[in-house]
């Protein structure tokens, strides 16, 4: 297994909702990040776990909260979004070996937030 | 801090008529270049993985190549199914698990029939 997998692939909110995105990967990569991604920009990094701890996280508002229950999950728990928050979010799974590093992204969670 | 650079924003290609996108990076000792194809509301595609001048890599009608300041995607005789954004990043140095990569603009690319 080389993927990536994330849920829900669309994601239509309200302000006061809260949902969660959760991904998962089966590659025994032991780090995975949290990416945003607006319309015609690259990805910006939001959150990286290494180990199931969190060891980056770029300043990114409390609104967002990520959790990595084991080594092949990860979620972002959402609450009290705005409008601007709308994006795809893109999780990533890394592992460095000696002949090569692989990093590998999921098909995103178009999310909008109304 | 990390620089990726990537020219030109966007291309049109007709059928069968080769270019080559570029990618100028500014980094702090490269530990990796990757080049990723992304399509509308997809999340980015692996295609190469570079690590040191000179290198090449080539998968069906794309050759990636790097030199000490920029790497380059040629593309061969495309086809409309390569329309796509091409995405250069750069993978920081110094840490060995849970690295950021940088990501350059993109560049948009559109094959002609």
């Known amino acids: 297994d080389t993927e990536v997998t994330q849920t829900p692939k669309h994601l239509v909110m309200g302000m006061t909702n809260k949902k969660s995105l959760k991904c998962e990967q089966h590659?025994?990569?032991?780090?995975m990040y949290w990416y945003k991604q607006k319309a015609k920009k690259p990805p910006e990094l939001m959150f990286v776990y290494s180990y199931e701890k969190l060891s980056i996280n770029e300043s990114v508002p409390s609104r967002f909260s990520p959790e990595c229950p084991n080594s092949s999950l990860l979620n972002l728990h959402l609450h009290a979004l705005q409008p601007e928050d709308s994006a795809l979010y893109l999780c990533a799974s890394s592992a460095r070996t000696e002949l090569n590093y692989g990093y590998t992204f999921g098909s995103g969670t178009r999310l909008t937030v109304v | 801090e990390d620089q990726v650079t990537q020219s030109p924003e966007a291309l049109r290609l007709q059928e069968g008529e080769s270019s080559s996108l570029n990618c100028s990076y500014t980094v702090s000792g490269l530990r990796g270049l990757f080049w990723y194809r992304q399509d509308p509301g997809k999340g980015p595609e692996f295609l190469f993985t570079l690590y040191s001048a000179g290198e090449e890599k080539e998968k069906e009608r794309l050759k990636a190549t790097l030199t000490k300041k920029e790497s380059f995607l040629h593309i061969t005789a495309p086809k409309p199914e390569d329309s796509a954004t091409y995405l250069c990043?750069?993978?920081?140095?110094?840490?060995?698990?849970?690295?950021?990569?940088?990501f350059g603009e993109g560049t948009q690319l559109t094959v002609n029939p």
């Open positions: 590659m025994g990569h032991r780090a």
């Open positions: 990043a750069v993978q920081a140095p110094g840490e060995t698990s849970g690295s950021r990569l940088t």
